[in-house]
């Protein structure tokens, strides 16, 4: 059984950085990504990364904004967020599959929220 906490949510002034960590327990899995949700809208994908962190992947929205990484002997991987904006506030989500390309996943953590605000 895949486990994955999310930690490093909170509030941060516009402009400002925040990052995010996602530690895993278990196996099975090789693609971690970030997903956000706003309140009153469907959740979308942030960004992706592949098993070896050779492979990455952003929205549009983030590209240029936010970093994601991954520690595989920690088992974790990271989201770095930049120049934040009022429109990235969400309870951000680590997932975990195993289909890179595919952008499937089978592993769900709990969620953290961010909230820019001045």
């Known amino acids: 059984q895949v486990q994955l906490v999310e930690s490093g949510g909170g509030l941060v002034q516009p402009g400002g950085s925040l990052g995010l960590s996602c530690a895993a327990s278990?196996?099975?899995?090789?693609?971690m990504g970030w997903f956000r949700q706003a309140p009153g809208k469907e959740r979308e994908f942030v960004a992706v990364?592949?098993?070896?962190?050779?492979?990455?992947d952003y929205a549009d929205s983030v590209k240029g904004r936010f970093t994601i990484s991954r520690d595989n002997a920690k088992n974790t991987v990271y989201l770095q967020m930049s120049s934040l904006k009022s429109e990235d506030t969400a309870v951000y989500y680590c997932?975990?599959?195993?289909?890179?390309?595919?952008?499937?996943?089978?592993?769900w953590g709990q969620g953290t929220q961010v909230s820019v605000s001045s």
């Open positions: 278990g196996s099975g899995f090789t693609t």
């Open positions: 990364i592949g098993w070896r962190g050779l492979l990455t």
């Open positions: 997932a975990a599959g195993s289909d890179y390309y595919g952008r499937r996943y089978d592993y």
